[in-house]
């Protein structure tokens, strides 16, 4: 531990001065480029101005299935995905952590012990060999060393450089939060919108087993009337081949279902199992009404959103700790301990004493290509931040649109369909009787079952777009977190 004198620093103190203004007139040079951030948004979706919101309702109380509620309850427990996320926050805690270490003084202490062996016909030896120490106390030869102490430093944040490299850190902790809490959303809606394509999956293999069941019964009808003449053995192949058809059906849905089911699992972060389910009902329900609320709302319950505000305001504190770097940096260190080449004499003070206390003002001058570069980034990337925040806006925006124009078109889709279904059904009956009286010919009958068939597919796909819109609707206006 050396010693150092300030005032042997005198003669430079012009030179330090030379290098402060130069530092801050140069600085001033640099010129970021600057944007505003456009933030303003229309002030309704519709004509309605009611600021109810139904993002503000739990996810619990706004899915009211309780095998739905139940998947999602072990995924927000058990998703891989999630979970990752979960540790990346951890990671920008520890990340404040140690910038807030950076502005605050750093002590340590320290020990030492060494030999020293000089020539007797060199100045340091013949120095020492003249040099008493003490009425009766020889120097030895080779001249041991031994110091303990303790000693610190301490970069002076004069110009808040540390100090804003720690709130951006912060700030980027609060941002991966509200990355979790969109990946949240994002894991509700997507656990939902797969539950509901099961429950429509098992809807359209009940309904494939119901036309199994008609196209078996046609076939018998018509095997019946060639036995008796009336029929040749075209009509007999064609309901044969019609309900082979549908029989493939049969194993086509069942394949999605178990990759469906599978999908769900993943979600939940475990092995392929059965998904507990109640299908029965699932053609009759009917969403709850939503409330959309205003479009400013957007601004504090969509996770996206709050996530970019905090990146560009993580951002801007990076131009400034990227400027701060051109300044001058004043350091400071001191040390205080004892050093003697005899560990007897380490109490005796102050002739075992030592101590040293020294500041340092530096600053960049000459090829600053480095920091230029880093500053320029840096502003670059504030640039850019502020166009991910006005795409977050923008896009939130444009979803809860897009869903409210979705929620009354499926509605109005699904009663159309529903009658379409209703006919077609009726249709089936009036054909197979006239096909008995032989007063329709058997292709009006394979005609009228197909068609049925796929206005049934439609009217089940039809309600799964519904319930999905009523799940997207909820994400989009950044509930469930």
């Known amino acids: 531990m050396k010693s150092k004198n300030m005032f042997k620093k005198a003669p430079y103190l012009g030179l330090g001065a030379v290098l402060l203004f130069s530092s801050l007139t140069s600085c001033k040079s640099l010129e970021a480029t600057s944007k505003t ?73 320290g020990a030492g012990a060494g030999v020293d062996k000089v020539g007797r016909y060199t100045s340091q030896g013949a120095n020492d060999a003249n040099t008493d120490i003490a009425p009766g106390v020889e120097t030895p030869d080779p001249l041991p060393n031994y110091m303990v102490g303790a000693f610190a430093t301490w970069e002076v944040d004069i110009w808040k450089k540390l100090h804003n490299a720690k709130n951006a850190a912060v700030v980027r902790y609060l941002s991966s939060v509200e990355g ?99 299908a029965s009902n699932f053609i009759n329900l009917v969403p709850d009404t939503i409330y959309a609320g205003i479009p400013s709302q957007l601004l504090t319950n969509r996770p996206d959103i709050k996530q970019a505000e905090l990146e560009l305001e993580a951002a801007k504190l990076d131009v400034k700790v990227a400027r701060a770097q051109f300044y001058p940096r004043l350091s400071i260190n001191a040390g205080i301990g004892y050093e003697a080449f005899n560990p007897e004499y380490f109490i005796k003070t102050p002739q075992s004493l030592l101590f040293s206390l020294a500041g340092d003002l530096a600053a960049p001058l000459i090829n600053r290509n480095a920091l230029k570069a880093a500053f320029y980034s840096a502003n670059a990337k504030q640039i850019q931040a502020i166009y991910n925040y006005e795409l977050a806006l923008l896009n939130g925006y ?32 009036i054909s197979n009787r006239l096909f008995r009286s032989a007063r329709a010919d058997y292709m009006e009958v394979l005609l009228t079952q197909r068609d049925a068939l796929e206005s049934k597919f439609e009217l089940i796909e039809t309600k799964q777009q519904q319930m999905n819109t009523f799940v997207h609707m909820y994400q989009a206006l950044g509930g469930g977190w």
């Open 37 to 109: 951030t456009n933030t303003t948004m229309p002030e309704s979706y519709t004509s309605s101005q009611d600021s109810t919101n139904t993002a503000k309702v739990p996810w619990k109380d706004y899915f009211t299935d309780p095998y739905l509620n139940a998947l999602i309850d072990t995924a927000l427990k058990n998703n891989q995905e999630l979970n990752i996320i979960l540790q990346e926050i951890e990671v920008d805690r520890s990340e404040i952590r140690a910038k807030k270490g950076e502005y605050l003084p750093s002590v340590g202490i």
């Open 180 to 278: 979790k809490n969109f990946m949240v959303t994002h894991l509700i809606s997507e656990i939902a919108s797969s539950y509901y394509e099961l429950l429509a999956l098992d809807n359209e293999l009940e309904i494939v087993k119901q036309n199994i069941q008609i196209q078996s019964d046609a076939l018998a009808i018509v095997r019946m009337q060639k036995q008796a003449a009336r029929v040749t053995e075209l009509p007999v192949k064609r309901f044969e081949a019609q309900l082979l058809n549908t029989q493939g059906l049969q194993f086509n849905i069942q394949q999605e279902i178990t990759e469906t089911e599978n999908r769900i699992n993943f979600l939940l972060g475990r092995y392929p199992q059965t998904i507990e389910r109640d």
């Open 398 to 429: 444009i979803e809860v649109a897009n869903q409210l124009a979705k929620i009354g078109n499926m509605e109005k889709s699904y009663n159309l369909k529903a009658k379409e279904v209703a006919t077609l059904t009726e249709s089936i009956s």
